[in-house]
């Protein structure tokens, strides 16, 4: 098997803990270059994965022709002009999340990937959770019906990301919770209901927190060294929202790095021919355990099913996904209207949260 030749843009906690250890698990995958503006931290990560070539300018990586596909985990503000970079250097691209900060950078992104013919997947690790998938199936075989109503969280009570750095700050992030961890339910909320056209938002943020903050943690202590904080905190740390879809189905959202509430990661959807209520770990809270259930209505009889869920690693599942459609010139499983469309909601919430009203999605 030839190997295939991969290089990781920004070294930050993202990378270390979900990038680059599972490029390594996989046979004939080779990560040989690092980019990093923080070159302590760049030969910190190098020496830890065994990796000889960093760059401090991305685009001395994106030079290399032997590197076929690239991994962006840089800050928000940067993926729309490195992905195009990359593209335009004919590299395959694996992009965190959000893709980028607003539609018109999204739009953008894809035209050059089209143009390109690389594969473009965005990293929404959630939509490879086995709950995800096992749920997706349900879904498929029609066993709920029509989806026609979902309710979607993922809150923490204190679980602020690297406090007073680009995480929190507007012009790096784009926002607060919602952009950052609202967007892995929104999109797997989104995948769950067959990926419907939004057509309105109305939206609320909140920052009530801020001069009671904590640091949640992430990216892990580890994974920081040499990173700068300026003490800005200029993002919610609560949003909320109801979003309504073309085909009449409503979705109601809520994303939360603190906040005095319950916690975790959850799911309701309502269907015609069942439900389901799905709760992961994740919220930063005391909820440690997966609860997943099927609602249904059998013989007259309601019932509750509780599927057998396999151990399996997410973010392995994720990169692994990435490979195979490159070798196999498979489509990703993230489709390009996906993408936009979890970028529009977003952008709209932020606007109508901003005037007060509900605003169109176009």
């Known amino acids: 098997m030839k190997s295939l030749k991969v290089g990781v843009i920004g070294v930050g906690g993202i990378a270390q803990v979900a990038h680059i250890p599972n490029y390594?698990?996989?046979?004939?995958?080779?990560?040989?270059?690092?980019?990093?503006?923080?070159?302590?931290?760049?030969?910190?990560?190098?020496?830890?994965?065994?990796?000889?070539?960093?760059?401090?300018?991305?685009?001395?990586?994106?030079?290399?022709?032997?590197?076929?596909?690239?991994?962006?985990?840089?800050?928000?503000?940067?993926?729309?002009?490195?992905?195009?970079?990359?593209?335009?250097?004919?590299?395959?691209?694996?992009?965190?999340?959000?893709?980028?900060?607003?539609?018109?950078?999204?739009?953008?992104?894809?035209?050059?990937?089209?143009?390109?013919?690389?594969?473009?997947?965005?990293?929404?690790?959630?939509?490879?959770?086995?709950?995800?998938?096992?749920?997706?199936?349900?879904?498929?075989?029609?066993?709920?019906?029509?989806?026609?109503?979902?309710?979607?969280?993922?809150?923490?009570?204190?679980?602020?990301?690297?406090?007073?750095?680009?995480?929190?700050?507007?012009?790096?992030?784009?926002?607060?919770?919602?952009?950052?961890?609202?967007?892995h339910i929104l999109d797997l909320t989104l995948w769950l209901m067959g990926s419907p056209k939004p057509a309105l938002a109305l939206g609320s943020t909140y920052n009530k927190f801020k001069d009671q903050a904590t640091d949640g943690g992430w990216p892990p202590l580890f994974t920081r060294t040499a990173d700068k904080f300026t003490g800005t905190f200029d993002v919610e740390d609560l949003a909320t929202a109801m979003v309504k879809f073309e085909n009449d189905s409503t979705l109601f959202l809520e994303a939360s790095w603190a906040g005095n509430s319950e916690t975790g990661t959850s799911i309701s959807l309502f269907g015609t021919k069942g439900g389901a209520y799905l709760n992961l770990p994740g919220g930063g809270g005391e909820e440690l355990s997966v609860k997943f259930i099927i609602y249904k209505e059998v013989g007259g009889d309601l019932i509750d099913i509780y599927p057998q869920i396999p151990s399996q690693d997410s973010y392995y599942d994720e990169i692994s996904h990435f490979i195979e459609c490159i070798r196999e010139d498979k489509e990703p499983l993230t489709k390009p209207e996906e993408m936009l469309n979890v970028v529009k909601i977003i952008e709209a919430i932020y606007r109508s949260a901003e005037k007060g009203e509900a605003v169109e999605i176009r």
């Open 24 to 183: 390594q698990k996989i046979e004939g995958v080779e990560v040989i270059a690092l980019s990093d503006v923080n070159e302590i931290k760049l030969k910190e990560v190098a020496k830890k994965f065994s990796i000889s070539k960093t760059f401090t300018d991305y685009k001395e990586l994106l030079k290399l022709k032997e590197i076929e596909a690239v991994s962006i985990c840089t800050p928000n503000f940067l993926h729309k002009e490195q992905a195009v970079a990359s593209f335009k250097a004919g590299k395959h691209l694996l992009c965190e999340k959000p893709l980028a900060l607003n539609a018109t950078e999204v739009e953008e992104i894809l035209r050059e990937a089209k143009k390109s013919k690389k594969k473009l997947m965005v990293a929404f690790c959630h939509r490879f959770d086995a709950t995800s998938k096992i749920l997706r199936r349900f879904i498929d075989r029609q066993e709920l019906g029509e989806i026609y109503y979902v309710k979607a969280s993922y809150l923490r009570r204190r679980g602020i990301p690297g406090l007073g750095g680009w995480f929190t700050t507007k012009k790096y992030a784009g926002g607060g919770p919602l952009i950052d961890v609202g967007v």
